[in-house]
């Protein structure tokens, strides 16, 4: 298993948009072969910070996933909507 802990900072006056952009994923993602856990999160002190929870059970099918079309079509709408974007790919230890 594949555990991914991506953190995605939207600017100020682009969090309706970044939200609303990131809802899109959940469904299609959690379709996908091999994710087993797919959660957005939003940060309650900060609206602005979302964070998704991923489990997958290769790296291979983690990478697959950054290339579909759905990725693609958020990368686009999101596109000057983010102030930081960052990704943590863990592997359980316990």
């Not at 999160?41 to 991923?54: G, I, S, W």
């Amino acid at each position: 298993m594949l555990t991914i802990i991506a953190s995605i900072q939207a600017h100020p006056d682009r969090v309706d948009l970044v939200k609303s952009e990131l809802e899109k994923l959940v469904p299609v993602t959690r379709a996908e072969a091999g994710c087993s856990q797919y959660d957005l999160h939003q940060d309650n002190e900060d609206p602005a910070h979302f964070v998704f929870y991923e489990s997958w059970e290769t790296r291979d099918l983690w990478q697959a996933h950054l290339q579909a079309p759905h990725i693609a079509a958020w990368r686009k709408a999101a596109d000057g909507a983010l102030a930081g974007f960052r990704v943590h790919e863990l592997s359980r230890v316990d």
